[in-house]
């Protein structure tokens, strides 16, 4: 049995404002772990047939929210993976009551003003339209922070390379799963 082995026993999924990496952290932890890796909001966008910004803009955040569940529970059923929930997935008390029962959940935390240069950059991220991304993401901080803390585990990220933030989120597993250190 390898050193992985037992990060590889369940699903990985991956909380945290938007901007903090839970989808290029994700699929390079994926990658290191031998998991496959899922990104939550493109597996929505794909049962939608629809991008977010257009199911939030035809739809609503609610039934963004609800199929955001579904999709969620889906692959919660499926083998162990690393999975790159959206920002407000952890939110939803059924969505982070399905990631409590079938994975272990890791809260990727950042200082705001890092994510706020980050996601500064990008204009598709519908919670963003026409507002300053640090007001957002401090207002989101104040809602977030307290649910994200119910993650098993917190992985501070700051402004490092990817592979130290790996090396960190693979640190922190193998401490809270109990798996033998290298």
Same mark, same amino acid.
């Not at 008390?93 to 990008?122: F, N, Q």
């Given at each position: ?9 369940? %699903?990985? $999924? !991956?909380?945290?404002?938007?901007? +903090? ?10 990658? @290191? ?32 929210r609800?199929?955001?569940?579904r ?23 059924? %969505?982070? $009551? !399905?990631?409590?029962?079938?994975? +272990? ?10 994510? @706020? ?12 339209s ?25 992985v501070?990220?700051?402004d ?7 090396g ?12 033998? $250190?290298?």
């Amino acid at each position: 049995m390898d050193r992985y082995e037992p990060l590889r026993q369940r %699903t990985i $999924a !991956l909380v945290g404002l938007m901007g +903090v990496g839970k989808s290029s952290v994700g699929r390079r932890l994926a990658s @290191a772990l031998g998991l496959p890796f899922r990104d939550a909001d493109a597996e929505v966008e794909a049962a939608a047939g629809r991008t977010i910004p257009d199911i939030f803009a035809q739809l609503g955040e609610p039934a963004f929210r609800d199929g955001e569940r579904r999709v969620i529970q889906r692959l919660l059923e499926g083998p162990a993976h690393v999975l790159a929930t959206g920002g407000g997935a952890f939110m939803n008390p059924e %969505t982070r $009551a !399905l990631i409590k029962a079938k994975a +272990v959940s890791v809260w990727l935390k950042a200082d705001l003003e890092v994510l @706020a240069r980050r996601i500064g950059r990008k204009d598709s991220r519908p919670l963003l339209s026409g507002r300053d991304p640090m007001d957002v993401l401090a207002e989101q901080a104040a809602v977030r922070y307290p649910v994200y803390a119910e993650a098993d585990v917190v992985v501070e990220t700051g402004d490092t390379a990817h592979h130290i933030a790996v090396g960190e989120l693979i640190r922190a597993l193998t401490i809270y799963l109990g798996a033998p $250190a290298e």
